[in-house]
């Protein structure tokens, strides 16, 4: 899942070229780097490249409809500029013409295979000029059809802005108990399990959503049992929480330090349920006085106040409005660190994310 590699500044329009196909990123924006990786044009070593790193060596199997639309992009770029286009790439895109049908292309609910690479930028010490990567890699079966009945499957952009927000502040999660609502294809699970937090809690509220978390977290060697817990410890469950129907009791025994959330704050009919789950998970006043008793039972953070991040896309102020009342008369303090706690830009070649609209708010329970 993780991998380590040193590559020269002249080299990131081959790294943006690389990542971005397999983030199924637009066909426009992968031929664009395509395009700068030649020098302005897409020549022969490009094409040979892209079959040979991009094509060959990837599983694209699952991915045909997106190879289909690729392929046509990048060939009437390469004839529209006067090259010749290699016989591979005709070959490939005949063959995707074959096999995926139009209708189904349409549709555009097909479940596909995303690589996101996280790309860390390292200081050198000698030469200001010089920059390498640390490359973080996660790969999520999910669906580009965002809107029509599979958005637990979609990747958003606040889940986008959260992870690196979680791998840019690691230091805010060492030793923590860590809880997501609404975790959706498990990424930001992904992303908390590569800080040094003590456990992490996946929930969502739709069973289908819930069982391709799982399958992602064995693509990324997080598997999990029937029961939750990851086959190599118990650090990491994955459980069914629908926000109408949780327990006070149940949402009581997970006790954790930080909350989570992305793009939950949508549905003015979900909200007093998630304002209420919130509310729950982050009052402790009245449990501080079982502190000391039960010490050996609680997460090493306990001590501190826990808190909640919520990663979120204000497209209705009327709606962020009304969450905002629900929070106050909750006696919960909505802060917003958008600015205050920046991430890393740690996906520079994911073109279709637009961070700039997504907001970052602190929660946490105001005492008397």
């Not at 139009?102 to 097909?110: F, N, R, V, Y």
């Not at 975790?183 to 930001?188: A, F, N």
């Not at 039960?294 to 497209?315: D, M």
């Amino acid at each position: 899942m993780e991998k380590e590699e040193e590559l020269q500044e002249s080299s990131t329009p081959c790294l943006h070229l690389v990542s971005a196909f397999l983030a199924c990123e637009s066909p426009d924006f992968v031929v664009s780097f395509a395009r700068d990786f030649g020098g302005g044009s897409i020549t022969e070593r490009v094409q040979s490249f892209i079959w040979n790193v991009c094509i060959s060596k990837s599983d694209v199997k699952c991915n045909l409809p997106y190879l289909k639309r690729f392929l046509k992009k990048l060939i009437v770029e390469i004839e529209s500029n006067g090259d010749v286009v290699l016989d591979e790439l005709y070959e490939k895109y005949i063959y995707c013409l074959a096999s995926v049908k139009d209708d189904e292309l349409a549709k555009g609910s097909t479940r596909m295979l995303r690589r996101f690479s996280f790309l860390f930028p390292k200081d050198c010490s000698q030469a200001s000029s010089c920059q390498i990567f640390r490359k973080l890699e996660v790969t999520l079966q999910c669906s580009l059809n965002m809107l029509e009945g599979d958005t637990g499957c979609s990747i958003w952009p606040s889940g986008l802005f959260l992870s690196e927000f979680i791998l840019s502040f690691p230091e805010v999660f060492s030793d923590k108990s860590c809880l997501e609502v609404g975790s959706g294809v498990g990424l930001v699970g992904v992303c908390l399990a590569q800080t040094n937090c003590s456990k992490v809690i996946l929930t969502d509220g739709d069973l289908l959503t819930l069982a391709n978390m799982k399958l992602n977290l064995e693509l990324n060697q997080l598997a999990t049992d029937m029961l939750g817990h990851t086959q190599k410890s118990n650090t990491l469950q994955c459980l069914y929480l629908p926000w109408e129907s949780a327990a006070e009791n149940e949402l009581r025994e997970f006790m954790p330090d930080i909350v989570l959330g992305a793009d939950v704050i949508y549905d003015p009919l979900c909200l007093p349920h998630l304002v209420r789950v919130f509310a729950i998970l982050l009052k402790r006043e009245d449990l501080n006085l079982h502190l000391n008793n039960e010490a050996e039972h609680l997460s090493p953070g306990l001590g501190q106040e826990p808190v909640a991040y919520i990663a979120s896309v204000i497209r209705t102020i009327d709606t962020f409005n009304y969450f905002l009342s629900l929070a106050e008369k909750e006696k919960l303090l909505v802060s917003d660190i958008t600015e205050t706690m920046k991430p890393l830009d740690l996906l520079p070649y994911v073109k279709s994310y637009q961070r700039s609209s997504v907001r970052m708010f602190k929660i946490s329970y105001m005492h008397k």
